[in-house]
T-cell receptor, first 116, second 111 residues
Framework: AQKITQTQPGMFVQEKEAVTLDCTYD???????LFWYKQPSSGEMIFLIY??????QNATEGRYSLNFQKARKSANLVISASQLGDSAMYFC?????????????FGIGTKLQVIP | NAGVTQTPKFRILKIGQSMTLQCTQD?????MYWYRQDPGMGLKLIYY???????DKGEVPNGYNVSRSTTEDFPLRLELAAPSQTSVYFC??????????FGPGTRLTVL
């Protein structure tokens, strides 16, 4: 089974609207974490947000929030008030293991395009 | 702080040639990682290191070697380059937190 599944190859959103990017995961490790990274066309990987499996509250960072539903094994990224600069590839990733031996697995990404 | 730096930015190799991708971080992070990103795909872990002198294989280690003689440096060696190794290579480091800090990437083409 895929460890990280992103089922939306591409998404469009109107500027100033909110958008949800889907991510489901599969792990038997009780301690894990979920990340979202942004990759603009320039190619760099930009960290957006992190959610630990034991965190009680959903993570938020500015306009980004992570809708963590543990029982459904989903970790969707919500971007509020979309901006043209949000157009990019978005990758969901999962950390398993602990300490230094933790490994991170990435999904195949969702391409988001913000329309003026 | 420069963060994570990678050299070169671009490289074209002929089949069978060898090269070393350099990665350096100045954040005194113990953990370092090498990923490759094929076109239209996510990142796949090649090798990682939990400290100087300690390395381990990731998901796709074949055709690569690494070493970690210092905390700062984590070079990736390609021996006998093959077209299947055409990819963008990212180095990353991590401290005591969960976030990995990525370098800008090296775009490698093998012809």
């Amino acid at each position: 089974a895929q460890k990280i599944t992103q089922t939306q190859p591409g998404m469009f959103v109107q500027e100033k609207e909110a958008v949800t990017l889907d991510c489901t995961y599969d792990t038997s490790d009780p301690s894990y974490g979920l990340f979202w990274y942004k990759q603009p066309s320039s190619g760099e990987m930009i960290f957006l947000i992190y959610q630990g499996s034991y965190d009680q509250q959903n993570a938020t960072e500015g306009r980004y929030s992570l809708n963590f539903q543990k029982a459904r094994k989903s970790a969707n990224l919500v971007i509020s008030a979309s901006q043209l600069g949000d157009s990019a590839m978005y990758f969901c990733a999962m950390r398993e293991g602990s300490g230094g031996y933790q490994k991170v697995t990435f999904g195949i990404g969702t391409k988001l395009q913000v329309i003026p | 702080n420069a963060g994570v730096t990678q050299t070169p930015k671009f490289r074209i190799l002929k089949i069978g040639q060898s090269m070393t991708l350099q990665c350096t971080q100045d954040m005194n992070h113990n953990y370092m990682y090498w990923y490759r990103q094929d076109p239209g795909m996510g990142l796949k872990l090649i090798y990682y290191s939990v400290g100087a002198g300690i390395t381990d294989k990731g998901e796709v280690p074949n055709g690569y070697n690494v070493s970690r003689s210092t905390t700062e440096d984590f070079p990736l060696r390609l021996e006998l380059a093959a077209p299947s190794q055409t990819s963008v290579y990212f180095c990353a480091s991590r401290g005591s937190g969960n976030e990995q800090f990525f370098g800008p990437g090296t775009r490698l083409t093998v012809l």
